[in-house]
Every structure is written in structure tokens, then in C-alpha cells.
């Protein structure tokens, strides 16, 4: 690959397929020609050699393909999308009915009434170590170290002394196994399970790696079901809730790290670079102006040494 080709894909990836950078820093490059710049047709000028420290890139130059499912951010300003969730106020709000007579008033009053007021609080729990060579979902139980970690999983959630509004869990039997073993020690709390967070291929992975090539057909299937996975359960809190919420989704790295990404903005190609340990806790936080901060990833701090494993 050319230089120029890397450093187009480069800026592709730091501006999320949004923006492309028109410069990156390389070092000093020497000038071409005897003028700054060249006349266009109208008059203007463009420049005809990069100032010092800079190369441009071509204009053509475009990022890698991304899934069709994927919304990417428009516009040129920042890569923020403050309407990730189609929850914001005025994505809600049909100005086509805004009340001639009131007015603003009436417009304000509306954008009130949409906005989300409570804090969702997201822990997100690997399942535990399992027993990799079942032939069929149903032979692939916990190990008895995965038992272990499981019960040490539920133990650091329940020293967090929040009241945790439900648990919901993918219906593979590793994370419903898992599921069972932390809820022991959070009574009452109400159990779902879901086939949207199964295990799967959530997008191609970039860069690519030997070891793990599914056919392109698991990456349209799957990642279809996970996208809806999070468009489903990752958002800010619905206007109606006054109260902050804190929701346990037991799953599988796969599909956490797709979420991580897809939540904090970031390419959701680079999901297989995060690792996650099992039995492991991430904690996301979504505001009330959809803002995310990710608190914790991948935790494991409170397992001894010796109970931590990635398998």
C-alpha cells in the first residue's frame, strides 16, 4: 500500500467515515514549483505545494466500505452525533404542528416534555469460563472455574449496593448459566432473556486477523441482529423515568465490544481490538443529553489472579 493510500485510510478512521482530513503532519516536504499557489478557471487559487510540515491528500482519496446498517454522522463539524439514539428533543418534537398562536411557548413547553431526566447506568457482563468442546449450545455449560467466577461476578455487583432494575441476558447457555449464578445474589431482580444477544460476527473486523474469518454471509446476519441489539437496549432513558437506572445485560465479548464502540462513537471496526476477560464487568453511563462515558472495561479487579481467564 502507498504511503498516500495509508494516510488517507489513517484520517478515514480517526473522522469515523464523516470527515476526511484534508492534512496529516509527516514532517517537512520539499516545495514544488516557483509559485504558492495556481490559478483555477474562475480565479481563485488553490495551493500547489503543501506549506512546510504538511502533505495533502488526494482528493479522491476514500475510506473502506462500511456496513450498510451502520449510521455514520454527517456534517462537518465534530464527530459527535448528539442524536446517536433518535431520542433528542427535537427529533421527536413534529414542528409541521407547532401552534401559530403560542408559539415558541408552546414549541419550548413540547421540547420539555420529550427530554429524558434520568441517568441509565449499563453494566455489561461477560459470561464465564465454559466448556468449549460441546458440539451444540446446550453442551457448552460453565466450567467449574467458570461456576467460581460467576458467583465472584454476582458478589462484586452486590457490593455496589445499587438497586439494579433487571437483568437481562442472551439465551446461550454459558450466559444463562451465568445469569442464574449472579442473580443469587441479587434477589428480586427480575430476569429477561433475549436472542438478540447471542454470540456472533458483528462487523469485519479491521484490521483483519488468521485465526478468525467467518463466511461474509455470518457477518450480514449476525451483525444485522447485534446492530439491533443495540439500537434496542443502548440509548438514554425514556422521558417518563424520573429515577437513575441500573441494568445488568449478560452476554458475550463479541457483542460487548461492538456495543462499547457503537456507543462511544468510535469506528465499529476496532471491535476486536478490545479484549475481555470472562465473567468480566463493563460499565457504561448514558446521560440525559446522550452523552456516553465508558467507566469501566473489561473489569476483573475483583477476581484473584489465578480465577481470571479469556476464553
Not at 27 to 43: F, I, L, Y
Not at 217 to 242: C, L, M, P, S, T
Request: hydrophobic fraction near 35%; proline fraction near 8%; aromatic fraction near 6%.
Amino acid at each position: 500500500m502507498s504511503v498516500r493510500r495509508a494516510l488517507a485510510l489513517a484520517a478515514c478512521g480517526l473522522a469515523g467515515g464523516s470527515v476526511l482530513l484534508s492534512a496529516v503532519v509527516v514532517g517537512k516536504q520539499p516545495a514544488r514549483g516557483g509559485g504558492d499557489s495556481e490559478p483555477r478557471p474562475g480565479g481563485s487559487a488553490v495551493p500547489s505545494a503543501a506549506p512546510p510540515g504538511l502533505l495533502l491528500l488526494p482528493p479522491t482519496a476514500s475510506c473502506p466500505p462500511t456496513a450498510g446498517w451502520i449510521e455514520r454522522p454527517a456534517g462537518s463539524g465534530s464527530y459527535w452525533d448528539s442524536n446517536w439514539d433518535r431520542r433528542e428533543p427535537l427529533a421527536l418534537v413534529n414542528l409541521k404542528k407547532k401552534n401559530e398562536e403560542t408559539g415558541e411557548e408552546e414549541l419550548a413547553s413540547r421540547l420539555d416534555h420529550c427530554k429524558a431526566k434520568a441517568t441509565r447506568h449499563i453494566f455489561l457482563i461477560r459470561h464465564s469460563q465454559y466448556h468449549l468442546d460441546g458440539r451444540a449450545d446446550k453442551d457448552r455449560t460453565l466450567t467449574p472455574l467458570g461456576r467460581e467466577q460467576a458467583e465472584l461476578t454476582g458478589r462484586r455487583l452486590a457490593s455496589l449496593g445499587l438497586k439494579f432494575d433487571q437483568i437481562i441476558h442472551s439465551s446461550m447457555t454459558r450466559a444463562t448459566e451465568t445469569t442464574e449464578i449472579i442473580s443469587r445474589h441479587l434477589p428480586g431482580v427480575k430476569k429477561i432473556s433475549t436472542d438478540l444477544l447471542r454470540e456472533g460476527a458483528p462487523i469485519e473486523p479491521d484490521p483483519p486477523v488468521s485465526h478468525w474469518k467467518p463466511e461474509a454471509v455470518q457477518y450480514y446476519e449476525d451483525g444485522a441482529r447485534i446492530e439491533a441489539a443495540f439500537r434496542n437496549f443502548i440509548h438514554r432513558a425514556d422521558a417518563k423515568q424520573e429515577e437513575d437506572s441500573y441494568e445488568i445485560f449478560v452476554c458475550h465479548a463479541n457483542v460487548i465490544r461492538y456495543i462499547v464502540c457503537r456507543a462511544l462513537q468510535f469506528p465499529p471496526e476496532g471491535w476486536l481490538r478490545l479484549s475481555l476477560n470472562n465473567g468480566s464487568i463493563t460499565h457504561l453511563v448514558i446521560r440525559p443529553n446522550g452523552r456516553v462515558a465508558l467507566r469501566t472495561l473489561g473489569d476483573t479487579g475483583f477476581m484473584p489472579p489465578d480465577k481470571i481467564t479469556r476464553t
